[in-house]
């Protein structure tokens, strides 16, 4: 098993494709952080017009821990595309090229071919993952340097002490290999069914698209139903960047705020990953390739 997805990773590696995703996350990222470093001051500016009057600002709120939960905020929504390009090409791309039934001829089975193509863009996903941490966590910390960390949202302002956070980074890059293990795990699933890499590419984005645009509509129905799109589950990453209350309303450091809800969204996540898998192998094991 583990020769076969030593041989997927080295297909991944010659296919220049693979290489666009780092190259975009670099470059989003390298200009984000230029950005931020350029107008920064008038950024946080206005990111903090609505409590600088009201609170004292101590230390330097534009450090590395901010500039990389801003950078996080912006590349979680795009790089579902970047682990699309390459998970949904893993069984297509060989019926493309016609080497789908001289693999089917090798002594594996269908379902060890599946899985071991299935783990090699699981771990492309994660290798992806540590270059966004690497570029988005490690190099703002150099050139930002780390301090506390404030996280607005629409109702609250929360202020994270700096010897708080980075187990929370970890935690959360920790989800969010879940979350892109899950959008792989669908592009797996779709190119299954076709003889093209860009029919999977462009329809796993579509239901990513749609799936997102039902949960944001306030309509009863799709209020209802949105906890069972995995669209909805992505984004608990930033759960881990609440802390639980006291009695008297006060910020208990170490904790997280709603874990288990967090936990919940996982466990849906790690099911769509079942769910997709399992169809994926149930539906090749009968699927003619012959044809």
Known sequence: M?????????KISRRPRTYIAFAAIWAIV??????????????MEFFLKDVADSFDIVGNPLN????????????????????AIVSADMISGEANLGTLRLIMSKPYSRTNILLSKFAASTIYTLILL???????????????GTDGMIHAKSYEIIVLNGNDIFWRY?????????ALTTVASLGFFFSIFS???LGPIVT??????????????????????KHFFFTSHMIAWKGFFEMQTDENGTALPG???????????????????????????????????VN
Request: charged share 10%.
């Open 2 to 10: 583990w020769k076969l997805i030593l041989l997927e990773l080295l």
């Open 30 to 43: 390298a200009l984000i952080q230029l950005a931020l470093y350029v107008d920064g001051p008038k950024y």
């Open 64 to 83: 590395g821990y901010f500039v990389c939960f801003v950078i996080l905020q912006t590349l979680l929504v795009h790089v579902p595309l970047l682990v």
């Open 130 to 144: 540590l270059w966004i941490a690497f570029t988005g966590l490690f190099l703002s910390v150099v050139f930002f």
């Open 170 to 178: 970890l935690l959360a890059f920790s989800y969010a290999a879940l």
């Open 195 to 197: 003889q093209n890499s």
């Open 204 to 225: 796993t984005m579509s239901v990513i698209i749609v799936m997102t645009i039902l949960t944001t509509l306030d309509i009863p129905l799709f209020q209802r139903i």
């Open 255 to 289: 904790t997280i705020r709603n874990l288990s809800a967090i936990l919940r969204s996982g466990v849906v996540l790690l099911g769509h990953i079942v769910g997709f898998v399992g169809a994926s192998i149930f539906i090749f094991r009968k699927k003619d390739i």
